[in-house]
């Protein structure tokens, strides 16, 4: 049994679409919860597997309203292109808990917030271009499963 818990969240949001998309994938990937801030997600048709029953959405109005919100010794991981962001392949990915918060792509996370995360972290792209922001989110917490089940493996045996 694993111990710890994540979140993840899109911050300035520019389209339900992507909140419906990433909340699916976090379902998927185990989430505690997903949340967006600033903007409110509206329930779609598409949602075939009924997320809102398996994955609660918080919305948070503004960056300190979230951060004054979340789980005791829970550490906000921006998700950026930065000059300070680390490469998500040479990361561990080890936090036991944490909060992912992901930029919309036409705008990312403007500096003031990005001083508010513990770390951030870049997915490295051959071009130096922005992701969609619900396919940057499923490879941040497909990268979690992955490096995060390496280590129970590794640990058992």
């Known amino acids: 049994m694993s111990r710890g818990f994540f979140a993840i969240g ?24 997903v949340f967006t801030v600033g903007r409110r997600y509206q329930r779609q048709s ?24 979340l789980p005791w ?8 292109l930065d000059q300070r962001s680390k ?7 080890n936090w036991e808990r944490c909060a992912y918060l992901l930029g919309a792509e036409d705008r990312g996370l403007p500096a003031d917030v990005l001083d508010k995360c513990h770390s951030i ?10 992701l969609n922001v619900a396919v940057a989110g499923s490879i941040v917490l497909y990268d979690r499963h992955v490096k995060r ?9």
Not at 14 to 32: D, I, M
Request: charge should be negative.
């Open 10 to 33: 899109i911050y300035g949001c520019k389209t339900e679409t992507n909140v419906g998309t990433l909340w699916r994938s976090a379902t998927l990937y185990g989430a505690a919860f």
């Open 46 to 69: 598409t949602d075939t597997p009924k997320t809102p029953m398996h994955t609660p959405l918080f919305h948070f109005s503004t960056v300190d309203d979230l951060v004054e919100h």
């Open 73 to 80: 010794s829970t550490p906000l991981i921006g998700v950026e």
């Open 87 to 93: 490469p998500l392949s040479q990361h561990s990915n």
């Open 121 to 130: 972290l870049q997915i490295e792209t051959p071009k130096p271009q922005s």
């Open 149 to 157: 089940s390496s280590t129970r493996l590794e640990l058992a045996s």
